[in-house]
Every structure is written in C-alpha cells, then in structure tokens.
C-alpha cells in the first residue's frame, strides 16, 4: 500500500514552529486503507536542522518513519 501526504499543518507558539503534523492516507484495490496524522517534533528533525530550515518532503518522510515505529 502506498501512503501519500495528504496535509501539514505547523503548530506555532509565538511565532515559532513546535511541531509539525503530517495527515497520511493510502488504499489498495481490496477496499483496505488507512488514514492517520502523525506529529513530527523538533527531537526528530536532524542534529542543527529547524522546521524554518526542513523541506515539506523532508517532513513527510519523517512521518512515514515515525509511523513504521508504530507498526510492530
């Protein structure tokens, strides 16, 4: 199944970004899907990097990360 973004929304406290949720949905041709939101913090991001200073893509593929740690 593939997993598309399909929403980001920036959470701001004062002006400066907290987190980031990423809202993530696929499907297959059986009828099964999924659709979730995953929030990415400022710990996830990479050692010096910001939210000013990360790619909307670089934000999606910390959340598909994120959510393979949820799946065991």
Partial sequence: M???????????????????????????SNGTYFDGTVKVLSEDLEENKTFGGATQDELIVLAKSKLKGFIK
Avoid at 9 to 27: I, K, Q, W
């Fill in 2 to 28: 593939e997993i598309n973004a399909t929403n980001i929304s920036y959470a701001l406290n004062a002006g400066v970004t907290d987190s980031v949720s990423v809202t993530l949905h696929g499907s297959d």
